[in-house]
């Protein structure tokens, strides 16, 4: 019968929680080790980029010095530790349930011969033999007992026929033992004395710590949305967003679902910078100022956490600088929450098709990407560097950037160069071609599947004229049979690299969206698509697809194809596309004229030759018939007035 009792040197917990913690820890690690390969291609050379990129490395990954510690490299680092600790243990312990080996205790090898065994047990004897051996500092006699009684149980496991049987049958030279099961519990767990506290710790665990984080995760997922934003942030943007909105609206909705989104710090020493702030602010947009706050009901001494997170948004797209190092992070993890929150606002726009607002959010992501006043397109020369926004403002006549260049060289002004770096990275998309497409089909008609195939490409300033890029209907068909969005680049193109955005605290790809809008109706036709990795001119272009039924009704719409930067101010196109929607009964007509098309005439040598093998021809038209019969009858005729003219 087994006997089972407890882990008393917690070898065994120790192989288990071993085990748990390689199948945690190595695939952490695995995954935490830095990639080789650039996930992406480097982004804009110039000299405000790389130091803006020098800033966030520091600041993302910390100096040896202060290094930054995420929850995730603490953990390994725990782990690890724990690791290491645990085989420490198990390789310092001694393990007890040993199969018995009697050459082992012997110190023979196995093929050894029984002249050899009974050679080296003669000398084992005289050093342990109790009458004979002497005690060293560390050792007693009960040790040395017990030695000897080993060798001599092992010798006899060898030699003798009995003891040897024994050991053949049941693996000790005694006979069967006793089964004994360990559990991997150690005993002082469940020791009387420590009941207590074992309860105790059980008690906190699952009747404290467990309710308390399910009820954490419950109530959390009820007071985010699926966007990832509070509910009161969501339900804010639903009351205040109207048909008619426009970026201020846009702006005020932001900062009122601030207040939700933006946890207002205990330091209050913070304020009176806030205060100089504010002062700067009022200053530079005058009574602007004023009408912002009341738009987005800020009133004085009431919403201090939305009046505050304002003040910072504000004092980024003024390009401010905040001198405090806490409150500069606050900005900073101020705004890199502000895409989430577009990003739910947007889908609300989007529910009700309101276009004007929903390109309005669409363009404040370049506003506050590079820092400037939303609805101030005029500045939009401020983007490139060294160019302030007055001087952007007085440039707003100009045509583009290479006339920037040109008159920035013709000054000698230093400034050119790094705006010739800048413009290599430029996202000014092209739209090559525009179609809507029914796969398989020549017509659009009701309720059918059609997808709207864009093609786009990067032309940036100083790269010379493009030739028109020819159709390729196999590569466009094999496009529209796939289930992918976007076409793959091609192997080895790593996409378009980081934008030129030196005053976001982070790093950003040049995205754009896609946005099919009923102009006259103010609405959006199809829910918009947002691409990225466009690929410059001189790498072709890449296609994009929409899918959405058609109209139920016959007719010919006029709409208009957006294409929005997400990245860069003033960067946007659009052009006007017609979706004209045929009754079903073409496509019956264009069936039965291919088929006559396809079928030769009988009279004719490839109906002949179709006769010959068997296959289908068309029958002379009735047409033919009556001529040739009127003309035989007229031969007739003739041949008959001939022959009584004879008689």
């Given at each position: 019968?087994?006997?089972?009792?407890?882990?008393?040197?917690g070898?065994?917990?120790?192989?288990f929680?071993l085990t748990?913690?390689?199948?945690?820890?190595?695939p952490?690690?695995?995954?935490?080790?830095?990639?080789?390969?650039?996930?992406?291609k480097?982004?804009?050379e110039c000299?405000?980029?790389?130091e803006?990129?020098e800033?966030?490395?520091k600041r993302e990954?910390?100096s040896?010095?202060h290094?930054?510690f995420?929850?995730k490299?603490i953990?390994?680092?725990v782990?690890?530790?724990?690791?290491?600790l645990?085989?420490?243990?198990?390789?310092?312990?001694?393990?007890?349930?040993?199969?018995?080996d009697p050459f082992?205790i012997?110190?023979?090898?196995s093929?050894s011969?029984?002249?050899?065994?009974?050679?080296?047990?003669?000398?084992?004897?005289?050093?342990?033999?109790?009458d004979?051996?002497?005690?060293?500092?560390?050792?007693?006699?009960?040790a040395v007992e017990?030695?000897?009684v080993?060798i001599?149980k092992?010798?006899?496991?060898l030699?003798?026929?009995?003891?040897?049987?024994?050991?053949?049958?049941?693996?000790?030279?005694?006979g069967?033992?006793?089964?004994?099961?360990?559990?991997a519990?150690?005993?002082?767990i469940v020791?009387s004395?420590?009941?207590?506290w074992?309860?105790g710790?059980?008690?906190?665990?699952?009747?404290g710590?467990?309710p308390?984080l399910?009820?954490?995760?419950w109530?959390g997922?009820?007071?985010k949305?699926?966007?990832?934003?509070?509910?009161r942030?969501a339900?804010?943007?639903?009351k205040?967003?109207?048909?008619?909105?426009?970026?201020?609206?846009?702006?005020?909705?932001?900062?009122?679902?601030l207040?939700?989104?933006?946890t207002?710090?205990?330091?209050?020493?913070?304020?009176?910078e806030?205060?100089t702030?504010?002062?700067?602010?009022k200053?530079?947009?005058d009574?602007?100022?004023?009408?912002v706050?009341?738009?987005?009901?800020?009133?004085?001494?009431?919403h201090?956490?939305?009046?505050?997170?304002?003040?910072?948004?504000y004092?980024?797209?003024l390009?401010?600088?905040?001198?405090?190092?806490?409150?500069?992070?606050e900005?900073?993890e101020?705004?890199?929450?502000t895409?989430t929150?577009l990003n739910?606002?947007?889908n609300?726009?989007?529910?009700?098709?309101w276009?004007?607002?929903?390109?309005a959010?669409?363009?404040?992501h370049?506003?506050?990407?590079q820092a400037?006043?939303?609805?101030?397109?005029?500045?939009?020369?401020a983007q490139?560097?060294g160019i302030a926004?007055?001087?952007a403002t007085?440039?707003?006549q100009?045509?583009?950037v290479?006339?920037?260049?040109a008159a920035?060289?013709?000054?000698?002004?230093?400034r050119?160069?790094?705006?010739?770096k800048t413009?290599?990275?430029?996202?000014?998309?092209e739209i090559v071609?525009?179609s809507f497409?029914?796969?398989?089909?020549?017509?659009?008609?009701?309720?059918s599947?059609?997808?709207?195939l864009?093609?786009l490409?990067?032309?940036?300033?100083?790269?010379?004229a493009?030739q028109?890029?020819?159709?390729d209907?196999d590569r466009?068909?094999?496009f529209?049979?796939?289930?992918k969005?976007a076409?793959?680049?091609?192997t080895g193109d790593l996409?378009?690299?980081?934008?030129?955005a030196?005053?976001?605290?982070a790093n950003?790809k040049p995205?754009?969206w896609?946005?099919l809008?009923d102009v006259?109706?103010q609405?959006?036709?199809?829910p918009p698509m947002?691409?990225?990795?466009v690929?410059t001119?001189?790498?072709?272009?890449r296609?994009?697809?929409?899918?959405?039924q058609?109209?139920?009704?016959?007719g010919?719409f006029t709409?208009?194809?957006y294409?929005?930067?997400?990245?860069?101010?003033g960067?946007?196109v659009?052009?006007d596309?017609?979706?004209?929607?045929?009754d079903?009964?073409?496509?019956?007509?264009?069936?039965?004229r291919e088929?006559?098309?396809?079928?030769?005439?009988e009279?004719?040598?490839?109906?002949?030759?179709?006769m010959?093998r068997?296959?289908?021809?068309?029958?002379k038209?009735?047409?033919?018939?009556d001529?040739?019969?009127?003309?035989?009858?007229?031969e007739r005729?003739?041949d008959?007035?001939s022959?009584?003219?004879?008689?």
């Amino acid at each position: 019968m087994a006997n089972y009792n407890y882990d008393e040197a917690g070898n065994m917990a120790a192989y288990f929680l071993l085990t748990f913690l390689s199948i945690v820890l190595i695939p952490l690690s695995i995954s935490s080790f830095p990639s080789r390969k650039p996930h992406t291609k480097p982004g804009c050379e110039c000299q405000q980029c790389r130091e803006h990129c020098e800033q966030i490395r520091k600041r993302e990954r910390g100096s040896i010095l202060h290094p930054k510690f995420r929850r995730k490299t603490i953990v390994l680092l725990v782990g690890w530790v724990l690791f290491a600790l645990t085989i420490y243990k198990v390789s310092t312990t001694d393990i007890e349930n040993k199969v018995y080996d009697p050459f082992e205790i012997l110190g023979l090898r196995s093929s050894s011969s029984l002249k050899e065994i009974k050679s080296h047990y003669k000398k084992l004897s005289r050093l342990y033999h109790p009458d004979k051996v002497k005690l060293g500092i560390n050792e007693t006699m009960e040790a040395v007992e017990a030695k000897f009684v080993s060798i001599t149980k092992a010798y006899k496991s060898l030699t003798d026929e009995t003891i040897r049987k024994n050991l053949e049958l049941y693996g000790h030279p005694d006979g069967r033992q006793e089964v004994s099961m360990g559990i991997a519990l150690p005993k002082w767990i469940v020791e009387s004395g420590n009941n207590i506290w074992v309860l105790g710790v059980y008690g906190l665990i699952f009747g404290g710590a467990l309710p308390a984080l399910v009820g954490r995760w419950w109530f959390g997922n009820r007071r985010k949305t699926k966007d990832g934003v509070d509910a009161r942030s969501a339900a804010t943007f639903f009351k205040a967003l109207a048909e008619e909105s426009g970026i201020d609206e846009v702006v005020a909705s932001l900062g009122k679902a601030l207040e939700w989104e933006h946890t207002l710090p205990k330091a209050a020493q913070l304020d009176a910078e806030l205060g100089t702030l504010e002062n700067k602010i009022k200053y530079l947009l005058d009574n602007k100022w004023d009408d912002v706050k009341k738009l987005a009901d800020i009133m004085p001494g009431e919403h201090e956490n939305r009046r505050r997170a304002f003040v910072l948004l504000y004092a980024h797209v003024l390009r401010l600088p905040v001198e405090n190092k806490t409150l500069r992070e606050e900005q900073a993890e101020l705004l890199l929450q502000t895409p989430t929150l577009l990003n739910s606002m947007l889908n609300i726009s989007l529910a009700r098709s309101w276009l004007l607002p929903t390109l309005a959010i669409m363009r404040l992501h370049a506003y506050l990407i590079q820092a400037l006043p939303p609805g101030q397109e005029q500045m939009k020369f401020a983007q490139l560097p060294g160019i302030a926004p007055d001087e952007a403002t007085r440039l707003a006549q100009v045509d583009g950037v290479e006339d920037v260049v040109a008159a920035l060289e013709a000054k000698s002004d230093s400034r050119a160069q790094e705006v010739k770096k800048t413009a290599q990275k430029w996202g000014r998309a092209e739209i090559v071609n525009a179609s809507f497409r029914v796969i398989g089909e020549k017509f659009v008609v009701p309720s059918s599947i059609v997808f709207l195939l864009v093609k786009l490409r990067l032309t940036p300033p100083f790269a010379q004229a493009q030739q028109e890029v020819q159709v390729d209907e196999d590569r466009d068909n094999e496009f529209l049979l796939s289930r992918k969005d976007a076409e793959d680049l091609p192997t080895g193109d790593l996409g378009t690299g980081w934008a030129h955005a030196p005053f976001w605290p982070a790093n950003r790809k040049p995205s754009w969206w896609i946005v099919l809008a009923d102009v006259k109706t103010q609405r959006v036709v199809v829910p918009p698509m947002k691409v990225s990795d466009v690929p410059t001119a001189d790498r072709g272009y890449r296609s994009f697809k929409i899918q959405f039924q058609a109209p139920p009704t016959p007719g010919v719409f006029t709409w208009k194809l957006y294409l929005i930067s997400e990245t860069f101010i003033g960067e946007e196109v659009s052009r006007d596309i017609i979706l004209k929607i045929d009754d079903a009964s073409v496509l019956n007509n264009e069936d039965q004229r291919e088929d006559e098309i396809s079928d030769p005439e009988e009279d004719s040598l490839a109906g002949q030759v179709a006769m010959m093998r068997g296959g289908s021809v068309k029958k002379k038209s009735d047409e033919s018939d009556d001529e040739s019969s009127t003309d035989d009858d007229e031969e007739r005729k003739s041949d008959a007035g001939s022959s009584s003219d004879s008689d």
